[in-house]
Structures are given as structure tokens and as C-alpha cells.
């Protein structure tokens, strides 16, 4: 079956703009993550869905990021004015097993680069 | 919180020699550890994991056990090849606020020449 995907692979941002990064995760699976990789470094976690639920989001860096799966399907990671230090490779995983998920599958990620 | 220190890189080697990737961690609590794997313009894929003290995962022909005493997951393969050519992620499963979120060390490209 189909795996994690993400949308776009590759976005260019002006310093300031707004962005938003899709993920569609495995068809049923309960749990869904965000994950924030920089150059040369291991992902870092961002947020956490059950279903439709955030139930964690202590990894946002700030205000400016936003998270969202309204049907507890695809969600979106939005960016607000966005910054340099925003660039990054963003990662989505997905996994079957609700708040005790221990394998989780990963999509191949948003590079995003501001300028 | 918990963290994951593995072995800087990059690795290379020759086809065919020993591989091995060091990775250890500190943990309050008793965590699953895994070893994904990230080829080149694919996204990250689990590749082994072990969930208990003196687990041992294995796939593909790499393997490392999950020692508690040691707090340690060394990643081995005894003869590599170029298409194991990729950057390899030493993770540990912590529990966060809502789930079970993955903690990743810094990763170790590899390279295999023929």
C-alpha cells in the first residue's frame, strides 16, 4: 500500500512568508508526528496527533508554528513569518498504534529553505 | 529529558569489511531503541529495533543488542556493501505528554566503497 506522503518536497520562502507542509499518512493509522530535521542533524520531535487530537505539541519552537489534522487524516504543519532559522528538512511519520505507537513510518519530507 | 549520542562520521569503508556504528544513550525510564536507516533521496526506514534489556534486533544482516548495563545499541554488520551506503539513526522511543516520540542521535553517514 501507499506509504507516508509529503507536499511540496522543496519550498523557497522569503523571509517573512507564511508556508504550509502537507502530510498524508498511512491510510488508518491512529497516530501522526512532526518531526524538524536541520542540516547534518538527527530529526528533533515537534507535535503529536491522535487521531484529530493534538495531544502533544511541547516540541513546537514557538507561536509562530501551527498544526492541524482536522479529520484525523492529513495534516498540515503551518509556518508563519517565517524565519532563517526555520530552514529545515520536515518530517512526517505516521503509526498504527495510538499513544503507544513504537514503530512509526516516515514520509521523505519538506525541504524548506528561507531566504 | 533523554538523549542519544552516536559515533560522528563519516564512515567509510570497503565492500565487504566489518561495520560497526556506536550508540549509546541516557534514559530516566526503560525505552524501546531502534536503528533507522535514510538512503539517499529516500525517507528515514526503521531497520531494526529492540524493546528489553539483552534484545537483540536484527535485519538485513546488520543486528545490535540493547545492553542496560553498557546503555548501549552498537549497530554491527559483518560484510557491508555498497547499497548499504546511507545515513544510519541511532533513536530511543521516550514518552512524551501524548505519546511514545522518538529521540534521535545526530546520525552517521556511511559510505561504501567497491
Not at chain 1, 504550509?20 to 496527533?49: K, M, N
Not at chain 1, 517565517?82 to 514503530?103: F, I, K, M, N
Amino acid at each position: 500500500g501507499a506509504g507516508v506522503s509529503q507536499s511540496p518536497r522543496y519550498k523557497v520562502a522569503k523571509r517573512g512568508q507564511d508556508v504550509a507542509l502537507r502530510c498524508d499518512p498511512i491510510s488508518g493509522h491512529v497516530s501522526l508526528f512532526w518531526y524538524q530535521q536541520a542540516l547534518g542533524q538527527g530529526p528533533e520531535f515537534l507535535t503529536y496527533f491522535q487521531n484529530e487530537a493534538q495531544l502533544d505539541k511541547s516540541g513546537l519552537p514557538s507561536d509562530r508554528f501551527f498544526a492541524e489534522r482536522p479529520e484525523g487524516s492529513v495534516s498540515t504543519l503551518k509556518i508563519q513569518r517565517t524565519q532563517q532559522e526555520d530552514s529545515a528538512v520536515y518530517l512526517c511519520a505516521s503509526g498504527s498504534g495510538g499513544r503507544r505507537t513504537y514503530e512509526q513510518y516516515f514520509g521523505p519530507g519538506t525541504r524548506l529553505t528561507v531566504t | 529529558g533523554d538523549s542519544v549520542t552516536q559515533m560522528e562520521g563519516p564512515v567509510t569503508l570497503s565492500e565487504e569489511a566489518f561495520l560497526t556504528i556506536n550508540c549509546t544513550y541516557t534514559a530516566t525510564g526503560y525505552p524501546s531503541l531502534f536503528w533507522y536507516v535514510q538512503y539517499p533521496g529516500e525517507g528515514l526506514q526503521l531497520l531494526l529495533k529492540a524493546t528489553k534489556a539483552d534484545d537483540k534486533g536484527s535485519n538485513k544482516g546488520f543486528e545490535a543488542t540493547y545492553r542496560k548495563e553498557t546503555t548501549s545499541f552498537h549497530l554491527e554488520k559483518g560484510s557491508v556493501q555498497v547499497s548499504d551506503s546511507a545515513v544510519y539513526f541511532c533513536a530511543l522511543s521516550e514518552m512524551g505528554q501524548g505519546a511514545q516520540k522518538l529521540v534521535f542521535g545526530q546520525g552517521t553517514r556511511l559510505t561504501i566503497n567497491p
